[in-house]
């Protein structure tokens, strides 16, 4: 089969003259790509193909399933800010669950955990406790097509201050992007009145903007000092290690999230809240507990991006997931869908494309 493209290419090449030079052209590179494509293919087990389509799998599928989760649980009666970020975060056994047969099986040893390494998890795990109560509030008073907008964001703020933490370069086409999602932001909160349901006040509407921006904000931040820690304790990036970051990150996340509950006594309204929820103490536990699942299996299938691609695909999925989550919203959950929040997706795909972009001519990004 390849013998006879490339007889078609060396045949393409004799006859490209004039007008339909171009044509062969285009030909000739759908015939580069194929190749380059088959060759990356061949250079990895057929493991590597099946763990990257399990990860994108996550990233497109579970991480959208747990925004539209997270608005399913405040429109149906839930009311608790603190429960939904709880949730989030009370899957961190899964990759536990992952990570302690590697150590097995595997042959590979846990990282001596340093007394500032361990401070560093701390600090980090209260970051995305704080970080998850914002994007809860987000939740809601916004459509979940509107925060999933907005939450696309972080990935200017990640670029920032990947800038200033650990000196990652600036190119035209990032600073481009940042500039061009600033104002696929700006076009929204201008369009406010048209998808704001109509329980949610005028004043509860800004906030769940303003925290949604915050998070984003936070997320980026997170993001940059995660990246810090590896480069300052770490100095190595395999899976493993990623996957006890994020294990012990998360389980900090937890105990800080779980104390917050406790002293705001949102345990104890579980009870009377899973009766009120539309559809039964049933649908209030399905929620959640698929809000515990989705979420975890997201930040997983992320991981193993970063891990057996790049952060450019891991862009590229992340810039995928935004129009993604919301289209599933405005069909799930009859999200208001204006021509102006239209605008916004295309401009926010825009600005992803010129992050990719930036990425992929070889600065040294998050």
């Not at 390494?117 to 008073?141: Q, R």
């Not at 990623?242 to 345990?267: P, R, Y």
Request: some cysteine.
């Amino acid at each position: 089969m390849q013998e006879l493209l490339l007889e078609e290419e060396e045949k393409m090449e004799q006859e490209s003259t004039g007008s339909g030079s171009s044509k062969i052209s285009s030909l000739q590179w759908v015939f580069k790509v194929k190749n380059m494509a088959w060759e990356a293919y061949k250079s990895k087990p057929f493991s590597h193909w099946v763990l990257l389509f399990l990860s994108s799998l996550g990233m497109l599928v579970a991480f959208p399933a747990s925004s539209l989760l997270s608005r399913v649980y405040f429109a149906n009666g839930g009311t608790s800010k603190w429960i939904i970020s709880w949730v989030a975060v009370a899957g961190w056994p899964i990759p536990a669950l992952i990570l302690f047969p590697m150590y097995l099986f595997h042959r590979t040893s846990p990282t001596p955990l340093s007394l500032q390494l361990f401070c560093s998890y701390v600090f980090l795990g209260f970051l995305s406790a704080a970080d998850n109560l914002m994007y809860a509030y987000a939740y809601a008073y916004l459509p979940a097509s509107t925060a999933a907008l907005l939450a696309s964001s972080s990935l200017a703020f990640s670029a920032l201050f990947g800038f200033w933490i650990v000196n990652n370069k600036l190119n035209a086409s990032v600073i481009n992007a940042i500039v061009i999602i600033t104002a696929a932001m700006t076009i929204i909160a201008l369009d406010s009145d048209s998808d704001r349901y109509p329980y949610v006040s005028n004043s509860q509407y800004i906030w769940g903007f303003v925290w949604d921006i915050l998070g984003s904000a936070l997320h980026g931040l997170i993001f940059a000092l995660s990246e810090w820690v590896f480069i300052k304790f770490l100095g190595r990036r395999s899976f493993h290690v990623v996957l006890e970051q994020q294990v012990m990150v998360s389980s900090c996340a937890f105990l800080f999230t779980t104390i917050g509950v406790i002293i705001n006594k949102d345990f104890q309204g579980m009870t009377s809240e899973a009766k009120t929820f539309k559809g039964g103490v049933t649908a209030y536990n399905l929620v959640l507990i698929w809000s515990v699942i989705t979420f975890q299996l997201g930040v997983l299938g992320a991981t193993g991006i970063l891990f057996l691609a790049s952060t450019v695909m891991a862009g590229v999925l992340n810039a995928v997931r935004v129009p993604v989550t919301s289209i599933a919203a405005v069909i799930l959950l009859n999200d208001p869908m204006s021509g102006f929040k239209i605008l916004s997706l295309v401009i926010t795909f825009w600005g992803f494309a010129s992050y990719i972009y930036g990425t992929s001519t070889g600065s040294k990004l998050p």
